[in-house]
């Protein structure tokens, strides 16, 4: 990790050259984030990418909640629906999700935070993917959305996005949200299937699936992440 000063506030960062083709941005944590870039990326480029971005930055940093520590919790709300967790030390890991019940065992072989999140993330993600095509199949059978494929990522301030092809992402931990929010987020996600920008006629067309979009879209902007867990 290499250490970085924007607008008085030290940040650290780590470059990982991969094989894309443009610079990419991504925050770890309210006081660091990643930089993905092509292998030949000259480091100028790189620290020039860093200013130029250095508003977002600040601006999203500032929106990540702390961390809670796994270990320590005794329950996890998915969707308005709180599940008991049982954090058991045994010689295999496994996760038992008891939908019925609303209990989560979770089974580790090493007791530590890092570890505990590695393996109960393995769980909650596939599961999250799961409630997340689901709620689509619904929409689509309301409004008459024809979307491509769906996948889920771990990403620090991003909910979700449409790509040009109607595929959809989503952050696999909006399944913590309440269910308005989360209803809303596959909402304006599924609009931009027509209205690739944030127009006008985009937020007009959102209001008409979520007569509540301006109330949920500011409870995201200031409460989203502060419920992510991992």
Request: charged share 25%; proline share 3%.
């Amino acid at each position: 990790m290499a250490t970085i000063l924007l607008q008085s506030q030290s940040f650290e960062y780590q470059v990982k050259r991969k094989g894309i083709r443009s610079i990419r941005l991504k925050l770890l944590s309210k006081k660091s984030f990643q930089v993905s870039c092509p292998y030949l990326t000259p480091d100028f480029l790189i620290q020039k990418f860093i200013k130029n971005n250095s508003n977002w930055i600040i601006t999203h940093s500032s929106k990540i909640g702390d961390k809670k520590s796994i270990l320590g919790l005794k329950t996890i709300k998915i969707l308005d629906i709180s599940y008991e967790i049982n954090w058991i030390k045994t010689q295999r890991d496994s996760v038992i999700f008891e939908e019925n019940e609303q209990r989560i065992y979770s089974n580790l072989a090493i007791m530590s935070e890092s570890h505990a999140k590695k393996v109960l993330e393995s769980k909650l993600r596939p599961f999250a993917l799961k409630l997340i095509k689901k709620e689509l199949t619904n929409l689509s059978k309301d409004f008459r959305f024809n979307y491509g494929k769906i996948t889920v990522r771990n990403q620090s301030s991003r909910f979700g996005s449409c790509s040009g092809h109607g595929n959809l992402s989503f952050n696999w931990q909006i399944i913590f949200f309440p269910y308005p929010q989360f209803r809303h987020i596959l909402l304006h996600e599924l609009t931009h299937l027509d209205i690739k920008n944030h127009s006008k006629k985009f937020w007009n067309q959102l209001t008409t699936y979520d007569p509540k979009c301006k109330y949920h879209n500011l409870w995201l902007k200031k409460e989203g992440t502060k419920l992510f867990l991992f």
